[in-house]
């Protein structure tokens, strides 16, 4: 399996995460066209903070995001950078949004990193060192 790895002007590093992130109240606004919209600003506010959106699934009360990023910068920032941007253009182009919900996003989000390779697999890597002089 080939790894694609990224790097800034101190580190390498290939991070990925799984993000899930509801609007308010958990309504189901996130239908057409407001779906196809929020997934080109996602991709476009994703591009200015040099993360990079791997793959998007809207579902009418909820978001999926696999995004990777520089984890300097910090997956925690993206998400909140993502939420503030799409809530702002969103509910300026539907008024329906801004007249339905207080805001469009909850505080709250799930994250998970997602690994190439298992948990056991690196365990073992870390525990081999010594024996291999690494």
């Not at 991709?43 to 990023?69: F, R, T, W, Y």
Request: glycine share 4%; net charge positive; charged share 25%.
């Amino acid at each position: 399996m080939s790894r694609t790895v990224q790097s800034n002007s101190n580190i390498t590093f290939d991070c990925k995460y799984h993000v899930v992130f509801c609007p308010k109240y958990r309504k189901k606004v996130l239908v057409n066209p407001v779906d196809i919209r929020l997934k080109e600003l996602f991709v476009e506010k994703a591009n200015g903070l040099q993360a990079d959106i791997l793959e998007v699934e809207i579902m009418p009360d909820h978001c999926h995001l696999l995004i990777s990023c520089d984890p300097q910068y910090g997956i925690h920032k993206i998400v909140k950078q993502l939420k503030g941007y799409s809530s702002r253009i969103l509910r300026t182009e539907f008024l329906h949004l801004k007249s339905r919900l207080p805001s469009l996003w909850t505080n709250s989000y799930f994250v998970a990193t997602v690994g190439s390779v298992t948990l056991e697999v690196v365990k073992q890597y870390v525990l081999t060192q010594k024996e291999r002089g690494g």
